[in-house]
């Protein structure tokens, strides 16, 4: 069937995939912090305050003196390339590139700043994919982080009049790739080191205890990520949970609490490890390895490292390769 001369040029059918991370402010400037917090903590699914209680503390007290505080941290952590979350999965994107076959495009978005979701979700759909993996890269499943990507690309999805067909990928915090990825990774890490560690500390992002008792599944996720982990590895590994903000009860033991307690239990030696996170960010950078060892050292621990995350490193892209092209089943040939 011929087309009308003037019908509008429709790109061949494609499929995209979207790797969606938490996100990072354009700069490490307490302005371009600011407007990235205002953003983050203005997002229902991260702080279940009523807003008319919670955006006078926000615009008050937080907006003002959090900002610079937080914008130090991330000027330790910068890099040529920006932001560390960005550039490495920016890094993830294109190691993905054409691990699909030549129909499937590979994207990341950020779920606060930039490249936002939306933006990318539209330019997935220009470029003629007409069916979209979402895929958070969240291993254990939050409201806060996983749902919350999802609802910004489906408040996308609704401005659009063609929509594309839509799957998201679902946590992997049990899947035997990403366990493996986890263990060959922590391996790695360790056999680099010029000390034995007398503890090996697992720290996941904390969560409100509150998220706990209203069903959030996370901190089941994280206790079965650990566990595997612990088996795969065939050592001792203590659990914790980091990045504790506000006055509310957060899940425990937190981390900070336990390095500082360790060195006088004679525990001198550690290295910890973030699971949690797909991409190495100021919450590993500067919380762990550089607070985390000011902490430990000062209560008189000797030997501290934090080991990397995943990143864009083989076993980690192996691992994203693995569960995407999975999620993939049934739009593209088998390989």
């Known amino acids: 069937m011929n087309r009308p001369a003037n019908h ?44 008319l209680l919670w955006q006078p503390i926000l615009r008050g007290a937080i907006l003002t003196t959090r900002p610079k505080k937080s914008a130090h941290a991330y000027a330790q952590v910068w890099t040529e390339e920006g932001s560390p979350l960005a550039a490495i999965t920016r890094a993830q994107a294109i190691a993905l590139k054409d691990a699909f076959g030549p129909e499937v495009s590979v994207d990341y978005a950020m779920r606060y700043g930039r490249p936002a979701i939306g933006d990318r979700l539209q330019a997935l759909k220009d470029a003629g994919c007409e069916r979209i993996l979402l895929a958070p890269l969240y291993p254990q499943y939050c409201a806060a982080t996983t749902a919350t990507a999802n609802d910004k690309a489906f408040l996308a ?16 915090y049990d899947d035997p790739a990403y ?13 680099a080191l010029d000390f034995e560690p007398d503890l090996l500390l697992a720290s996941f992002h904390g969560m409100p205890q509150r998220t706990l008792e209203l069903g959030d599944p996370y901190h089941c996720h994280c206790q079965k990520t650990a566990r595997l982990l612990k088996e795969a590895l065939g050592r001792d590994l203590t659990i914790t949970f980091q990045s504790r903000f506000g006055r509310a009860k957060w899940l425990e033991p937190a981390t900070d609490t336990v ?15 973030a699971p949690g996170f797909s991409a190495d960010c100021v919450e590993t950078l500067e919380e762990l390895a550089i607070r985390g060892r000011e902490t430990f050292e000062e209560a008189g621990g000797t030997h501290f490292a934090a080991l990397p995350c995943l990143n864009a490193s083989d076993p980690g892209i192996d691992m994203l390769r693995s569960i995407v092209r999975r999620e993939l089943a049934g739009w593209t040939a088998t390989p």
């Open 8 to 51: 509008p040029a429709i790109p061949p059918a494609r499929i995209g995939v979207l790797l969606i991370n938490l996100g990072t402010p354009d700069a490490a400037d307490a302005h371009s912090v600011r407007r990235y917090l205002a953003e983050f903590l203005s997002d229902r699914r991260v702080v279940e305050i009523p807003q």
């Open 259 to 273: 390095l500082a307690s360790l060195p006088a239990k004679g525990v001198r030696k550690v290295a910890i490890v």
């Open 157 to 172: 999805l609704a401005g659009m009049r063609w929509q594309p067909a839509i799957r998201t990928l679902p946590p992997y």
């Open 179 to 191: 366990i493996d990825a986890l263990k060959t990774s922590v391996e790695a890490g360790l056999a």
